[in-house]
């Protein structure tokens, strides 16, 4: 345990891959029982990739679950559970807010180092405050939930995708919404649907 600690608190240390999501997820869907280094890799895959609407949690780097629940995930016992969770809250790794009708809020506390490469032109680069106004960030937000909700695909990459949206003219960020229906029923199948970060990147609005 102590050298995953030391891992997560140093997780530029000794390099970084892109892994995507999707395939961790799947590798968890087929694990019953959970080694420490899995359980870890499962928290961080867990916890939201971008704030959701605001005042709602859980926001970036955070997940909403129950000991109860994260034990009988991990193949552990409560006790089990509690000792481990404890070890990364004393460690600095994690924070913990419990709520007896929200259960349990985790916070991992190295989030935006363990998403973010050093280089400068990381593909996960953040849109930041100054870059996009109130108004656009509604505008895209508000295109990001549709999009996502209306194609049934899990949302990805939202911060280039912001960063595509700032550099659409506003003609084509209202095309992008109004046109959006359209593009998903030309689509043959679920499987040929664009990511959100590609429909806009690739201008699938025009027809």
Same mark, same amino acid.
């Given at each position: 345990m102590k050298r995953l600690i030391e891992i997560l608190n140093d997780p530029h240390k000794g390099g970084q891959i892109i892994v995507?999501?999707? *395939? *961790?997820? @799947?590798m968890f869907r087929n694990t019953e029982c959970f080694p420490e280094a899995e359980a870890c890799l499962y928290i *961080? &895959?867990?916890?939201?990739?971008a704030d959701g609407p605001a005042g709602m949690r859980p926001?970036?780097? %955070?997940?909403?679950s129950t000991g109860r629940g994260l034990a009988r995930r991990f193949g552990w016992s409560i006790s089990r559970t509690r000792r481990f969770l404890d070890r990364l809250v004393k460690a600095g790794v994690v924070s913990m @807010? &419990?709520?007896p009708s929200d259960g349990t809020l985790l916070t991992c506390m190295r989030y935006e180092q363990v998403c973010s490469f050093r %280089? =400068?032109?990381r593909?996960? @680069? &953040? &849109?930041e405050p100054a870059v996009m106004d109130d108004e656009s960030? =509604?505008?895209f937000l508000r295109f990001w939930e549709q999009y996502h909700r209306r194609s049934? *695909?899990?949302p990805h990459d939202v911060y280039l995708a912001g960063k595509v949206w700032m550099e659409l003219p506003p003609e084509e960020r209202r095309m992008a919404v109004e046109r959006m229906g359209q593009y998903l029923m030309s689509v043959s199948g679920p499987e040929h649907l664009r990511s959100g970060l590609n429909y806009l990147r690739c201008k699938s609005y025009f027809f």
């Open positions: 995507p999501r999707r *395939l *961790l997820e @799947e *961080l &895959v867990s916890c939201a990739f926001r970036r780097g %955070q997940m909403v @807010e &419990v709520s %280089q =400068k032109d593909c996960t @680069e &953040v &849109v960030r =509604k505008d049934g *695909l899990i």
